[in-house]
């Protein structure tokens, strides 16, 4: 019987975990930078605002708070380059995916050479974070 239990327990444990609540009222969601209002694609995942991290990086050059994002195959890790403009040049995300495929990132990420935990998403293989870089 204990370990029904415990086997319940788990399965209940790891389907928490891998369900993640996802829900957008809007497309886009404004923040400002420098004053200015921008629009930025943004999932909604446990009353918490995800945005693409390249988007993020992309809003912010020539602002005080710029960084780059690189990825290093060598570590298999995204890096993130303090005082520094974003060097991609792409477009803003302009649309959300209409039925995402959202895991829990388990992607490493370097800012000056540490390992920092962030909470974030992959989702559509794009690392999403809410706003603590």
């Known amino acids: 019987m204990k370990k029904v239990l415990s086997l319940l327990l ?4 790891v389907a928490s975990i891998l369900l993640v609540p996802v829900h ?3 497309d886009t969601t404004k923040i400002k930078v420098d004053g200015e209002l921008v629009s930025l694609v943004a ?3 446990k009353d918490n605002n995800y945005f693409k991290l390249r988007d993020i990086a992309n809003v912010l050059k ?3 708070a710029h960084f780059d994002v ?3 195959a060598e570590i298999g890790a995204i890096e993130l380059v303090p005082d520094c403009d974003y ?3 792409e477009e803003l995300t302009s649309e959300k995916f ?3 495929k959202i895991v829990k990132s388990s992607a490493k990420i370097y800012k000056n050479g540490k390992l920092i935990l962030l909470n974030a998403y992959n989702i559509n293989d794009n690392t999403f974070l809410n706003s603590e870089i």
Request: no cysteine; proline share 5%.
């Open 10 to 13: 788990t399965l209940v444990l």
């Open 24 to 26: 957008a009222a809007d």
């Open 43 to 45: 999932y909604n995942i």
């Open 62 to 64: 020539g602002t005080d």
């Open 70 to 72: 690189l990825w290093n």
């Open 87 to 89: 060097s991609t040049v």
């Open 98 to 100: 209409e039925n995402p």
